[in-house]
């Protein structure tokens, strides 16, 4: 796609903007994800990376194909809705699993040192 010289500078601006911006809060979020210590804080540097990268990408697609005036924004608008509801959804699924399985964990080790004391 050459479209690029038909569109208004101010798009191609914004849009360079947006998926700068999108990139880098995509790769903050992945580097918290390397050095975050434990899964509880792991879990939300990508998320928040994930959700507010995808909606800068989005949205700088979303001016860039308004502007050039060849499709609607449809599919950026719907992608946006899923990865805005299905992330949360998952970290918070992801969160309680891990805590279940501390909890268990937890429980199997006092009821083993209890046993050995009695």
């Known amino acids: 796609m050459n479209g690029a010289v038909e569109i208004?500078?101010?798009?191609?601006?914004?849009?360079?903007?947006?998926?700068?911006?999108?990139?880098?809060?995509?790769?903050?979020?992945?580097?918290?994800?390397?050095?975050?210590?434990?899964?509880?804080?792991?879990?939300?540097?990508?998320?928040?990376g994930t959700t507010l990268g995808t909606a800068c990408v989005s949205l700088g697609s979303m001016i860039y194909f308004w502007a050039l005036g060849s499709r609607p924004v449809l599919h950026e608008v719907l992608i946006l809705l899923f990865v805005t509801f299905t992330t949360p959804i998952t970290l918070t699924i992801l969160v309680r699993a891990a805590a279940f399985r501390d909890r268990t964990e937890r429980d199997d080790l006092q009821a083993g040192s209890s046993a050995r004391e009695g």
Do not use: E
């Open 8 to 48: 208004p500078a101010l798009a191609a601006i914004l849009t360079a903007f947006l998926l700068i911006v999108g990139a880098a809060i995509t790769l903050v979020g992945a580097l918290g994800l390397i050095r975050l210590r434990n899964f509880y804080q792991r879990v939300h540097a990508p998320t928040l």
